[in-house]
Each structure stands twice: as structure tokens, then as C-alpha cells.
């Protein structure tokens, strides 16, 4: 499936700065978490974003849905410049921007039934629902998302990893959303539950029409799922490419350290590839540089 | 691969071990008659589903289960001879740390944050090779140039807070090392690492196990790390193993529904997205241990099982046809079926 053309999220020289608190009372700074980061995400499209911890990715997660917004940059949702919302309409656009957290347990409310979370969001942005018109959209939620509606009672210990983010999921689709941030939503789940996982993400995508930003070190899954990928490296994107681009042609010395790193479910191949890295230690990645396009739609950091 | 000569005794010896918590909601079996054998400079991958067992039977042998809720309710473990076991707490400690070195994920047996790096490593070294202090400091230094943090020498006296999270893992390998143990323990020891630190440790694991020529058991749920470092393959679930290898022969005749279902499931990293198809998941989900199914425990979750396996849990035997030593618990002929399907695809 290609993913149409235009923009549903369009976010522009993002940065992330903290403070950085100087106990000995010198200058205060600032530590630079995010920088100048630029990227489109397209109607029904996945675009993942890889990198080491600590590059940014949650960061860039929670500007983009105004969960912490960006210190400088804009971020545009259909076509609405974010900061610019009254307090009012930015409630109404938060249903139709939604996360996925990798940690489910972490989400739910252990005292809530699960039914009853996924209900929360109807209680808080469908004031005109009724109590049996609410108690049919969560069955419907539950079945849609691989879950036995006969749950809802229950609680969130009483599941699975895997069906508690199913649940999370169930919640963050209620309220008919067309972009999720997807962060880390499987590195938590038993190989066995990923993939289900990620079906699911898929299926959703296709029925509802969603984009994702799918934040993920899985890079196999990244893959997989995604049909272009942004390389976060110390805050600023290096490399985004569509993902067969990316994978099959890696320009940047960092995707191409990343990507080597990965290892082979294949004996024979696994162990050529330890061989052939203690062979070739690593050497050092040069900061700077802009991102130029060097094949259509193939951005790569290059130092002039 | 291991180029350590094969002896005939083998290093460690695990007959049957059964572990189970007293909990709330009843007695959890956490380990169900776990038996294999490691030898001399083996590494050995263990993959499986979360709760399987496999972090409490390591801390079982290593008499680190916390009594109560914890009972070892059956088995030995042989190390070169010796049931840990019944071996006296003091003896244990000696082997715990000394013989045996371990590098575990979760922070109960992770450093300590109010003493230094160099304690720290200095400790084993003291108490299990009796090294004064000036010697012991000095290995302490060779041991983190060995596990190349830079600068080892100017870091020693530093706390662990001071290093990065691929270092500390780092320290952590170094402190299990120290006193070149027969066998090092690693239970999902790069689990929380980046990919690019993780690909660090690993090789420096191998490099470490070539001049000390130490046997590893390998805990990891990345099917990849066990590719390339394993010479046997362990899967567990629900407390069992079921099945058991020379790892090629896991990786290209999985005799198990579930080893067949992990390897499926991986989508695989060179392959591009035209024509992809859904990925093959595995339904359901793991068992509760309070409650476990009786039969195979896999059964509930596998498409292939037979009314048996629903009954009566299979044993751990060689599978007919497979190589020697190839070991699995199922009822099902997995290759038949596999054979059936294809036929039935053409
Ligand atoms: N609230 C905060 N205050 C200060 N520093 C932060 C805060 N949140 C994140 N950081 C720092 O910003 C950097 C990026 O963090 P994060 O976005 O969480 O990275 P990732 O998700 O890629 O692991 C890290 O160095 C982190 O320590
Ligand atoms: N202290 C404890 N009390 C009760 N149950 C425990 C305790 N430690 C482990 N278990 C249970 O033992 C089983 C095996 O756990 P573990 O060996 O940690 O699994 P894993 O294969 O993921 O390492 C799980 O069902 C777990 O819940
Ligand atoms: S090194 Fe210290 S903590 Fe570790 S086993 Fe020996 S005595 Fe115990
Ligand atoms: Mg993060
Ligand atoms: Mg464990």
C-alpha cells in the first residue's frame, strides 16, 4: 500500500531544549536534546523514527502531540499550526492526536476496570454519549482490537502484556483519531505478542485510515512496518529515507553502524557478521553538516 | 563456535531442578523438571517466554532465590561434581562470583551506587583469589582496560552513576570475570543496551571467552545474539524446556511449534516491503503460572498440537531424525506437518 501524498503532520525546525541547572551559581545552560528537526508524516502513512537512547525520539514524541511542547518550531496537524490553538479547540484536536506508550501497565489505572478506562475517553470528549451508547462503543473496541468484550469488568493486572496494550490501544483509537505516536509499543511484549502487536497496528491503519510515528530500536520492525524512517542521532535527524532506501542503501556512517549492529537470526550469517565487525573496529562519527536530498526523497546529513 | 576440547564429565550438570513461590493465589511452578548439561566452554542460548523460568533457575543453582516465597521442591545441580544445592552458604559464596560469574539485567545483583568501581571489583578478587589490596587494585585496573572502558586507571575511584549504561554493563562483565570463572552467567545482559552496545559487549564476550575459555549461559530473548554466539540452543517455556540443540540444527529444523513460531515471526531485516505479507504471529498468550494447562504447555497456543498434548506433558527426547543431541518435547511430528502444508500449498 503507498501512502498518499499530502502532509497530515507537518512539523518544522523542532527543538527540545532543558535546562540545565548550574548548582555552583555560574551561567545557566541549556542541554540541546532536540535540534532543528524537520519531517512530514502522510496521510495513512507510518514513518519510524530510530536512534539510540537518549537521541531524542520520546522527546520529538511528546512535542509533536503538545504533551511537552518544542522550545522553537512549529508543528502543523492538518494543516493547523499547533501553538496557535485556544486552550478550547486544542482539547478537541487532542482526541484525534493520540499515544501509545510502551509500558501498558504504566498507562492503566490498576482500580479502574479496563472497560471502564477505555469509556474515560468517551466521558471526557463525548459529553452527549449515553451510559449503554458508551458500554456498545467499548464492546465494539474490544472485539475490534482482539479482545473479549466480556472483559471489560476487569482489571488491568488480571491481563497479559500484550492484552494490556491492546487495551491502551482500544483507548487511543475511541475517539476516531487519524495520527498516533506509537512510542517503544513493543519493546515491552514478548517476542510471541510483537508481532500480534503489530498486526493489529497495520490492520488499524488500513480500516481507519491512521499515520503513525512509530518510535522503536526494533530495527527489523522498523522495516517491516514502516514506510519511511528518520535517523535521530544526538538530537538531530541524520538520515530519512524511505525505508527500502534507508535499509538497502545507508548513506550516513551512523545507519550504517546502526544497521550492521543488528544481528542475524541465521547461524551461519550471525556468526560471519561478529567476524567481519571484530575485524572492522568502529570509527568515530563526525558531528555537523546539513541535510541534503541525495536521491529523490533520501536525506542525508553531509558535511560540506 | 567452541574449539574447547569435549571432556567427558560435564561442567555443570542440571538434573531435574523444580523451583516453586508460595503466592497469594497458591504455589507458582516456576521451574518444572529442568534437565541439560553444559560442557567445558559451551555457550549455551537460552530463549523463551517471559516468567518461563528462566532467570529463576540461574538464580536457583546460584542460591539466590529469596526463601520465602521461593522453594526448590526437586532436582541437583551438579557443578565439576558438587550439588550446589546442598553445598553450605559458605561454600556456595565461594563459587558464586569465583567459578561461577554472573551478569544479570535487573538491579538486585547490579552495582552498588555508594561504592566505587574499583571496591567493587577489588571485592571478588579479595575474598575468592585472596589477593591483597595492591594486587587486586591492579587487576581491577587490567579488568576494565580488558572490558575497554577508556582511561581505566583514571576511572577506578569513580561511582557507577559516573558511567554510561553500556560502561556499567561493562563493569558488570568485568566484576563477573574477575577471578576467570568456568562459567559466566548472563541473564539478558544487553536487553536494556542500544543495538551498536549491545554488538560491543557481545564481541568482547567472545573475545573473553577465547582466553579464558569459560563456558556461558546466555539468557537473551533476541534470537540473534543467539545465533551467532550459541553452540547450543535451549527454548523454554512455562518452566520447561522444550526443545534443545546444536544450534544450527534449532535454527534450521525446529522440531518445537513454538521455536518454529519465534523464528516466523521475525520479519526479516533484508527483505523489502513490496509483497510482504501480515507477519506470522503466534495466538494467545503465555500461560498463567498460577494456573498453568495441564498437558504441553504450549498446546492452548499451538495449531499443530494433538488431543495428547492437551493431556499428558510430552518428555524432552531426541527427535526422530534430527540431529544427535536435538532434544524436544512434543507429541506432534513437526517436520510431517510442515511436509503436509507444503504439499497442501502446491
Ligand atoms: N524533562 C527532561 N529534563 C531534562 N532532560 C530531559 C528531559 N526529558 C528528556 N531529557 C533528556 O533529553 C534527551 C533525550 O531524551 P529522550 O527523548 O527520552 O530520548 P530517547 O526517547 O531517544 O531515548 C536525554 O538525554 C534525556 O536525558
Ligand atoms: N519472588 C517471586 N515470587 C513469586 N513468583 C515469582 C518470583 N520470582 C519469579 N516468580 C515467578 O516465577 C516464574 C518464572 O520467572 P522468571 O524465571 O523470572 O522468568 P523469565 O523466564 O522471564 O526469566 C514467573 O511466573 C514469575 O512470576
Ligand atoms: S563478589 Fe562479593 S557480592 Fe559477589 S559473590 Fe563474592 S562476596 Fe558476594
Ligand atoms: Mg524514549
Ligand atoms: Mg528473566
New interface residues.
Given amino acids: 500500500m503507498r501512502a498518499p501524498d499530502y502532509p497530515i503532520v507537518s512539523v518544522r525546525n523542532l527543538s527540545k531544549h532543558y535546562p540545565l541547572r548550574s548548582w555552583w551559581g555560574g551561567k545557566a545552560s541549556v542541554f540541546r536534546a532536540v535540534e532543528d528537526v524537520s519531517f512530514d508524516i502522510r496521510a495513512g502513512e507510518t514513518l519510524g523514527l530510530v536512534g539510540?537512547?537518549g537521541s531524542g525520539k520520546s522527546t520529538i514524541g511528546r512535542a509533536v502531540t503538545m504533551l511537552n511542547p518544542p522550545t522553537a518550531g512549529t508543528v502543523a496537524f492538518e494543516g493547523t499550526d499547533l501553538a496557535k490553538l485556544s486552550p478550547r479547540a486544542m482539547r478537541g484536536m487532542r482526541a484525534r492526536i493520540q499515544t501509545v506508550f510502551q509500558d501498558p501497565y504504566a498507562a492503566l489505572n490498576p482500580r479502574m476496570s479496563v472497560g471502564d478506562y477505555v469509556s474515560e475517553a468517551f466521558k471526557l470528549h463525548r459529553p452527549e454519549m449515553g451510559r449503554a451508547e458508551r458500554r456498545a462503543a467499548v464492546a465494539g473496541l474490544f472485539e475490534r482490537v482482539g479482545l473479549e468484550p466480556r472483559f471489560a469488568g476487569r482489571f488491568p493486572h488480571q491481563f497479559?502484556?500484550?492484552?494490556r496494550q491492546r487495551i491502551c490501544i482500544a483507548r487511543a483509537i475511541a475517539l476516531k483519531p487519524s495520527f498516533i505516536v506509537a512510542d517503544e509499543p513493543i519493546a515491552a511484549l514478548?517476542?510471541?505478542?510483537?508481532?500480534?502487536v503489530?498486526?493489529l497496528l497495520?490492520d488499524l491503519q488500513a480500516e481507519l485510515g491512521l499515520s503513525y510515528l512509530f518510535i522503536s530500536?526494533d530495527?527489523?520492525?522498523v522495516?517491516?512496518l514502516c514506510?519511511r524512517v528518520a535517523v535521530l542521532w544526538r538530537g538531530r535527524i541524520v538520515e530519512l529515507a524511505e525505508?527500502?532506501a534507508l535499509?538497502?542503501d545507508p548513506r550516513h556512517p551512523y545507519t550504517q553502524?546502526?544497521?550492521?549492529?543488528?544481528?542475524?537470526?541465521?547461524?551461519?550469517?550471525?556468526?560471519a557478521?561478529?567476524a567481519a565487525?571484530?575485524a572492522r573496529p568502529?570509527s568515530p562519527i563526525a558531528e555537523g553538516g546539513d541535510l541534503v536530498e541525495v536521491a529523490p526523497g533520501h536525506w542525508v546529513v553531509t558535511r560540506s | 563456535m567452541s574449539d574447547m576440547p569435549r571432556l567427558e564429565t560435564p561442567l555443570l550438570e542440571v538434573r531435574d531442578l523444580a523451583v516453586a513461590f508460595d503466592t497469594d493465589g497458591g504455589a507458582v511452578h516456576a521451574v518444572n523438571g529442568v534437565s541439560y548439561a553444559l560442557r567445558e566452554g559451551e555457550t549455551l542460548g537460552i530463549v523463551g517466554e517471559s516468567g518461563s523460568g528462566k532467570s529463576v533457575h540461574v538464580l536457583a543453582m546460584l542460591g539466590l532465590i529469596p526463601r520465602p516465597p521461593g522453594r526448590i521442591t526437586g532436582g541437583q545441580v551438579l557443578f565439576r561434581g558438587r550439588d550446589l544445592l546442598t553445598l553450605p552458604e559458605k561454600a556456595l559464596r565461594k563459587v558464586r562470583g569465583g567459578e561461577i560469574g554472573f551478569v544479570f539485567q535487573d538491579p538486585m545483583s547490579s552495582l552498588n551506587p555508594g561504592m566505587t568501581v574499583a571496591a567493587q571489583i577489588v571485592e571478588p578478587l579479595r575474598i575468592h583469589l585472596g589477593l591483597d589490596a595492591r594486587a587486586a587494585r591492579r587487576r581491577a585496573r587490567e579488568l576494565l582496560d580488558l572490558v575497554r572502558i577508556p582511561n581505566a586507571a583514571g576511572r577506578l575511584d569513580q561511582y557507577p552513576h559516573e558511567f554510561s549504561g553500556g560502561q556499567r554493563q561493562r563493569v558488570m562483565i568485568a566484576i563477573g570475570i574477575a577471578c576467570r570463572p568456568k562459567l559466566l552467567i548472563a541473564d539478558e545482559a544487553t536487553t536494556a543496551l542500544d543495538v551498536t552496545v549491545q554488538a560491543e559487549i557481545v564481541a568482547l564476550v567472545q573475545e573473553l571467552k577465547r582466553e579464558i575459555g569459560m563456558a556461558i549461559i546466555w539468557i537473551t530473548h533476541d534470537l540473534g545474539v543467539v545465533a551467532g554466539i550459541s553452540d547450543t540452543v535451549q527454548v523454554m517455556y512455562a518452566g520447561r524446556i522444550l526443545e534443545r540443540g546444536p544450534v544450527d540444527d534449532i535454527f534450521a529444523d525446529p522440531r518445537s511449534a513454538y521455536t518454529l513460531g519465534l523464528l516466523r515471526s521475525l520479519p526479516d531485516l533484508t527483505r523489502g516491503r513490496a509483497g510482504r505479507g501480515r507477519l506470522r504471529q503466534i495466538e494467545g498468550a503465555p500461560p498463567d503460572m498460577r494456573a498453568p494447562p495441564p498437558g504441553d504447555p504450549f498446546a492452548p497456543r499451538n495449531a499443530y498440537a494433538t488431543p495428547r498434548c492437551r493431556t499428558e506433558a510430552p518428555p524432552l527426547v531426541q527427535a526422530a531424525g534430527a540431529a544427535p543431541g536435538h532434544l524436544v518435547a512434543a507429541w506432534y511430528d513437526l517436520p510431517a506437518i510442515l511436509a503436509r502444508e507444503a504439499e497442501e500449498a502446491r
Fill in positions: 539510540e537512547s497479559s502484556g500484550g492484552q514478548d517476542v510471541s505478542i510483537q508481532a500480534q503489530v498486526n497495520q530500536h530495527l527489523r520492525m522495516r517491516y514506510h525505508s527500502d535499509y538497502d553502524r546502526l544497521l550492521g549492529a543488528v544481528p542475524v537470526p541465521d547461524p551461519a550469517a550471525e556468526r557478521r561478529l565487525e571484530q568502529a
